[in-house]
């Protein structure tokens, strides 16, 4: 398995070092897959959708100078031949997966037959998650109910063992400062990692590595 868990996307020379040791190759010479699902959830997503394909937003993601980038959209999956994408996702050096409503991604990867895919899958391709695409994977995650979802929906697929706050101390989310992410790091049975957008969280057989030219912190 390999994972780049990251807060803000490849935002700085560390973490894109940190993709390309585990890409194995340059990006130049990698195919990557975009999965925006997760965005759709959160007030103006589609025009945020844009803004991340485009780089347009603020840190680098699909905009990485990829040999090829293709879209994935995992709404549009259960009504779709098989043929028609897994192949791509087979073959895809690097499977994106970007940031939005945990709950709602979660529901569109189980849904869609991603997330029964992804363990055979993530032996040979590296899943880059951003945000909300990084705490899916792991065993907490988050919703801003702007959706029809059933409350009890799950919210992370429980695939890592540990929970990931990311964006911590940022102006733009109050109610992620060092002190409430400890607060709610103290309710979880699990190690906590509070990651800034400068931080990113590297995962693979050998191990977990913390990436960073910023602020983090592990609870638990």
């Given amino acids: 398995m390999k994972f780049l868990l ?6 700085n020379t560390s973490i894109r070092n940190a993709l390309v040791d585990l890409l ?7 195919t990557a897959l975009f999965v925006p699902t997760a965005i759709y959830a959160i007030p ?5 959708s844009r803004k991340v394909i485009c780089g347009s937003l603020g840190d680098s993601f699909c905009d990485l100078g990829w040999k090829s980038l293709g879209l994935l959209e995992l709404t549009a999956l259960p009504t779709l031949k098989p043929e028609l994408w897994l192949p791509m996702l087979r073959e895809t050096d690097a499977l994106l997966i970007g940031g939005g409503d945990c709950q709602y991604l979660c529901y569109w990867m ?12 993530l032996a040979k391709i590296v899943y880059v998650g951003l945000s909300a695409g990084s705490m899916v994977m792991t065993r907490y995650g988050t919703t801003y109910g702007n959706h029809a979802l059933p409350a009890e929906t799950g919210k992370s697929l429980n695939i890592l063992d540990f929970a990931i706050h990311p964006h911590m101390d940022h102006e733009w989310f109050p109610e992620n400062s060092m002190a409430e992410l400890e607060k709610l790091a ?8 509070a990651i800034d957008d400068q931080t990113a969280i ?3 057989a ?8 910023g602020h983090w912190r592990v609870f638990g």
């Fill in 6 to 11: 990251t807060s803000a996307g490849i935002s």
């Fill in 24 to 30: 194995g190759k340059p990006i130049a010479e990698s």
């Fill in 44 to 48: 103006g997503g589609t025009e945020l």
């Fill in 110 to 121: 189980k849904q869609s037959g991603l997330a029964d895919l992804l363990p055979p899958i």
């Fill in 186 to 193: 103290a309710t979880l049975p699990i190690p906590s990692y």
């Fill in 202 to 204: 590297k995962v693979t």
């Fill in 206 to 213: 050998d191990g977990l590595e913390v990436i960073s030219e």
